[in-house]
């Protein structure tokens, strides 16, 4: 017999992925769910589209992204969107480290 804990979630549950190459439009609003936001990952070339709680915003080791992005990007964001100026795998690192503090 197992037990569910309802508030455990894997990283896989909170991260959803999606590839964009760099000018194809940013995505349909509809697909982000309620307490969520899209957030894009990578290089000019190749973006990765996370869609992540909107939580994290107040995490300081995510504000460090964010920082990151304004010294980059200030405002302007190439995908319309919030753009993540650090690897796919960098991302990951944090999100994990994310969710096994929460």
Excluded at 26 to 33: E, I, K, M, R, T
Excluded at 48 to 53: H, L, Q
Excluded at 82 to 96: D, H, K, M, Q, R
Aim: with cysteine.
């Amino acid at each position: 017999m197992g037990f569910r804990l309802p508030g455990v979630v894997s990283a896989k549950q909170i991260l959803r992925r999606s590839s964009f190459k760099g000018n194809q439009a940013a995505s349909n609003v509809a697909d982000v769910p309620k307490g969520y936001l899209a957030v894009y990952v990578g290089d000019h070339g190749k973006m990765t589209r996370f869609v992540i709680p909107v939580s994290y915003l107040n995490q300081p080791l995510f504000q460090e992204l964010l920082s990151q992005a304004e010294e980059e990007f200030g405002f302007d964001h190439p995908m319309g969107g919030l753009t993540i100026p650090c690897g796919e795998y960098a991302f990951v690192n944090v999100i994990s480290h994310l969710n096994a503090s929460s």
